[in-house]
């Protein structure tokens, strides 16, 4: 029998600015801003490598991956695991109105998030299970293909933390701009997992 040897390559694209500007948005679904199409569509332009699209299920994700899954003639799926990490009681505020309350609050929770999460969030032991349940799905179910993920700053960065296998705590280290892309390659060599971070902060090509 032939050895099984499959690149299974996945872009993950964060969504760009939504309406309402900067703030701990979370699950809120707030539509992307004119701003956030535009910065979306100038991050993909003409650039279509991929064999089909999944998208987290919040509209800020999802309206622009059925937008360009019709333009380009992809298959699209929502896949609600995808969305961004619960922020609880945080949720619709900006960072200036949290410091206002408490000025150390948000770097207690950047710098240690294991041991501060917001009043009523989803912890990242939580995100982590779903987010990662979703990621191997798509390999095990899409092997050999070329995936376009579109999703969140949490979802991004909460799967290059786990291809690195950096400590949970570490992942708010990574920074991830709107409309930003990141790619990553997982081969796969005889039932053995071998995934590599391509690049971040880049552009497909």
């Known amino acids: 029998m032939a050895q099984q040897n499959v690149t299974t390559t996945i872009d993950l694209l964060r969504h760009g600015e939504p309406v309402g500007g900067k703030k701990y948005r979370g699950q809120i679904d707030d539509p992307l801003s004119e701003l956030g199409w535009r910065q979306m569509r100038e991050a993909v332009a003409d650039h279509c490598p991929w064999d089909r699209i999944v998208t987290s299920s919040l509209c800020r994700c999802q309206d622009f991956a059925r937008e360009l899954a019709e333009r380009h003639g ?29 000025q150390q609050r948000l ?32 390999l095990q179910q899409h092997a050999g293909e070329h995936l376009l993920v579109v999703g969140h700053a949490g979802m991004i960065r909460m799967i290059v933390r786990h291809v690195l296998a950096m400590p949970l705590e570490n992942m708010f280290r990574l920074r991830v701009e709107l409309a930003g892309f990141t790619r990553i390659e997982v081969e796969v060599y005889e039932g053995q997992q071998l995934p590599r971070l391509i690049f971040h902060g880049g552009q497909p090509a």
Not at 89 to 102: N, Q
């Open 74 to 102: 992809l298959p699209v799926a929502a896949e609600p695991r995808l969305m961004e990490i619960g922020f609880g009681e945080w949720e619709g505020r900006t960072a200036e109105e949290l410091m206002a309350e408490d």
């Open 107 to 138: 770097f207690r929770f950047w710098s240690d998030p294991l041991n501060n999460t917001p009043p009523g969030a989803e912890t990242l032991h939580e995100f982590e299970q779903r987010v990662i349940a979703a990621w191997d799905d798509l």
